[in-house]
């Protein structure tokens, strides 16, 4: 069967310090993956997504980046943190034709 | 571009009755997923209900349901027989129905109180 993992689970950083986030999904091959981003009390807001090795989409400029080494993972980069970029971090993976499957999340404070 | 939204911020409901949270899309694609993710305080998305656009018929999950009207681009989650486990955010989102990284949009939620 299909898994998600996403660590680290919470995350404290001081403003200036760089952000690696990891996504690995098992029991599939050449999912579309993709980064959401839940800011206090709102919705999601998808922040890249990636249809295979090095292909990277991102939907909002930002001071965040993603790569996509392997086939299963997904990384989330930063080479300094705003206080903006604090919030709860999602990873989810999919396929053409099925639902998404989110990991467990992590929640960033940038202090 | 697709947006959903949720007009209802919160909503209460007491154990064992029933409640219907609302959502509404706009697109002008004719082939499409709806769904509704749950998410409690653990913060863990978990699917709800999925709907195919092309279906006519409202998809139901036990206790849960939807009412589905295409042309009013209208997409409600009925909830029968509250739980306090039901208690959480929820996500009305829009999936588009082919593409090569069919993106999953989102409404802004409705936060679900359930009270004894």
């Known amino acids: 069967s299909q898994t998600i993992h996403q660590w680290p689970a919470t995350l404290v950083q001081p403003v200036g310090s760089p952000l690696s986030l990891e996504c690995t999904v098992e029991g599939t091959s050449n999912p579309n993956l993709y980064w959401y981003r839940q800011a206090a009390g709102r919705g999601l807001q998808l922040l890249f997504y990636?249809?295979?090795?090095?292909?990277i989409s991102s939907e909002v400029p930002q001071n965040l980046s993603a790569s996509r080494p392997q086939d299963r993972q997904f990384i989330l980069s930063s080479k300094k943190l705003l206080l903006s970029d604090s919030g709860f971090y999602l990873c989810?993976?999919?396929?053409?034709?099925?639902?998404?499957?989110f990991g467990a999340g992590t929640r960033l404070s940038v202090l | 571009a697709q947006t959903v939204t949720q007009s209802q911020p919160e909503m209460s409901v007491q154990e064992a009755e029933t409640v219907t949270l609302s959502c509404t899309y706009d697109?002008?694609?004719?082939?499409?997923?709806l769904f509704w993710y749950k998410q409690p305080p653990s913060r863990q998305m978990i699917l709800v209900i999925r709907q195919e656009a092309y279906k006519q018929q409202n998809a139901t999950e036990n206790r849960f349901s939807v009412n589905f009207q295409k042309a009013a681009k209208s997409f409600s989650l009925k909830i029968s027989d509250s739980q306090l486990g039901d208690a959480a955010m929820y996500f009305c989102a829009y999936r588009s129905w082919g593409g090569t990284a069919s993106k999953l949009t989102f409404g802004t939620g409705t936060r679900l109180q359930v009270t004894l």
């Open positions: 989810a993976w999919s396929e053409v034709g099925v639902s998404f499957v």
């Open positions: 990636s249809v295979g090795i090095g292909q």
């Open positions: 697109t002008s694609e004719s082939d499409y997923y």
